[in-house]
């Protein structure tokens, strides 16, 4: 195989988000920070929500600068304009714990998109509160670990849980379907770091069976709803939804795998645009630059 040894390096490339009270000059300020380092914007998003009068910008940009010495130029603006802010490698992969418990569709899509490189992020390990989904990790060779969360030891699975996310440096937990309650404290150690997935018939037929629920009423769109999850239960910032329509001839067992693909799906996009730094928060809602 041949190399060229006398090619230049490549130059590096940062994603720069940030979220600020909306006023005149902020762009002007960050691109000329930008233009000032030598830097080549190749994508920019904005969006200023009247509603709450916050701005939002999503920049990708190559710099000839490791990431602190541009993070360094860029700080001043930061504070002058009171931003929000964060700076990151462009498609540096975000280190991820999943959690499940006995589903296995959700946690098979994301392993495969991973594996295929169609998902920036690395998981680093699966945690379950059954072993049921233990192979399919073990397949995919990630590390499973089984917490599981008897009467009376929720705080001693949580407890474990946040060790694993320290020891691990996890930037990113994803709950594939993953059927236990997280408490008010962990959904505050983790703000913003936390995605959900669950059906869209929340919260009209809750509990067990809820497809069956479903096409006992005879429910003609089935959907998923990937969120940010907050101690409010399902409540959370929405990344991202979608719908497939089904008729009277629809079985439970035709709803099950449709809802299914869905969730999978959803839940994959959601993820993806948080690793790639799409989603900003902005209040209860989120922004989403896709």
Known sequence: MRTDEGAAPATPSYVLVLTCPDGPGIVHAVSGVLAGAGGNITESQQYG?????????????????????????????????????????????????????????????????????RLPVDVVGVVGNHRDLEPMAAAAGVPFTH????????????????????????????LARYMQVLSDDLCRALHGRVINIHHSFLPSFKGARPYAQAHGR??????????????DLDEGPIIEQDVHRVDHASTEADMVGIGQDVEAQVLARAVRWHAEHRVLLDGHRTVVFR
Not at 54 to 61: C, D, E, K, S, Y
Not at 76 to 85: L, S, T, Y
Not at 218 to 231: C, E, S
């Open 49 to 117: 929500d009247p509603g709450t009068g916050r701005f939002h910008l999503r920049v990708q940009v190559e710099v000839p600068l490791a990431r602190e010495e541009l993070a360094a130029l860029l700080a001043p603006v930061a504070e002058r304009f009171g931003m929000d802010w964060s700076l990151d490698v462009l498609g540096r992969p975000l280190r991820t714990l999943v959690l499940v418990s006995r589903a296995g569709h959700c946690l098979n899509d994301l392993l495969f998109r991973q594996r295929s490189g």
């Open 218 to 231: 005879g429910v003609k769109l089935i959907g998923a709803t990937a969120h940010y999850v907050t101690a």
């Open 147 to 174: 917490v599981p969360v008897e009467a009376g030891g929720k705080d001693a699975a949580e407890a474990r849980l946040l060790a694993m996310v320290r020891e691990h440096d996890v930037e990113l937990v994803v």
